[in-house]
T-cell receptor, first 117, second 113 residues
Framework: AQKITQTQPGMFVQEKEAVTLDCTYDTSDPSYGLFWYKQPSSGEMIFLIY??????QNATEGRYSLNFQKARKSANLVISASQLGDSAMYFCAMRESPGTGRRALTFGSGTRLQVQP | NAGVTQTPKFQVLKTGQSMTLQCAQD?????MYWYRQDPGMGLRLIYY???????DKGEVPNGYNVSRLNKREFSLRLESAAPSQTSVYFC????????????FGEGSRLTVL
């Protein structure tokens, strides 16, 4: 089974509008972390936001917020007031079992966001 | 502010040739990783090293070997390249036990003919 599922291969949004990128995850670990990364056309991976499984509040970082619904196992990224520079590929990722020492992230297949003027 | 440095950035190989991708980080991180990125498949873990002196297989290790040379350096070797190994390769490092994000290199684009 897929550990991270991003069901939207591509999304369009008008400049200045908000957009939600979907992410669902699958884990039986009680302790885990969820991450979002941005990959612009230049190719680098840029860390955006992090949510811990025990965090009581949804994470926010500037225009980025993470809509964390633990019971539904979803961790959707919300970008407010979209800008042309937000056009990129967005990846959701999860870290499980930190106690074992393995700190690798498992990534979803990504969502390509295009912001239209 | 070097962060994670990968070399080379581009490489073209013929089937059966060997090569090594080099990665170095200057953030004193314990953990390092190699991922490959293919269209429509996100990033998949090839190998990781939780600390100096240890390496473990990830999701797609076949056809690759790694060496954690010291705390800073983690290399990925293709002993006999195959067209299926055409991909973009990313090295990354991290420090924190759970909250620590991965810091990525700029990627290395490898084409195997």
């Amino acid at each position: 089974a897929q550990k991270i599922t991003q069901t939207q291969p591509g999304m369009f949004v008008q400049e200045k509008e908000a957009v939600t990128l979907d992410c669902t995850y699958d884990t039986s670990d009680p302790s885990y972390g969820l991450f979002w990364y941005k990959q612009p056309s230049s190719g680098e991976m840029i860390f955006l936001i992090y949510q811990g499984s025990y965090d009581q509040q949804n994470a926010t970082e500037g225009r980025y917020s993470l809509n964390f619904q633990k019971a539904r196992k979803s961790a959707n990224l919300v970008i407010s007031a979209s800008q042309l520079g937000d056009s990129a590929m967005y990846f959701c990722a999860m870290r499980e079992s930190p106690g074992t020492g393995r700190r690798a992230l498992t990534f979803g297949s990504g969502t390509r966001l295009q912001v239209q003027p | 502010n070097a962060g994670v440095t990968q070399t080379p950035k581009f490489q073209v190989l013929k089937t059966g040739q060997s090569m090594t991708l080099q990665c170095a980080q200057d953030m004193n991180h314990n953990s390092m990783y190699w991922y490959r990125q293919d269209p429509g498949m996100g990033l998949r873990l090839i190998y990781y090293s939780a600390s100096e002196g240890t390496t473990d297989k990830g999701e797609v290790p076949n056809g690759y070997n790694v060496s954690r040379l010291n705390k800073r350096e983690f290399s990925l070797r293709l002993e006999s390249a195959a067209p299926s190994q055409t991909s973009v390769y990313f090295c990354a490092s991290s420090q924190g036990p759970i909250t620590g994000e991965l810091f990525f290199g700029e990627g290395s684009r490898l084409t195997v003919l």
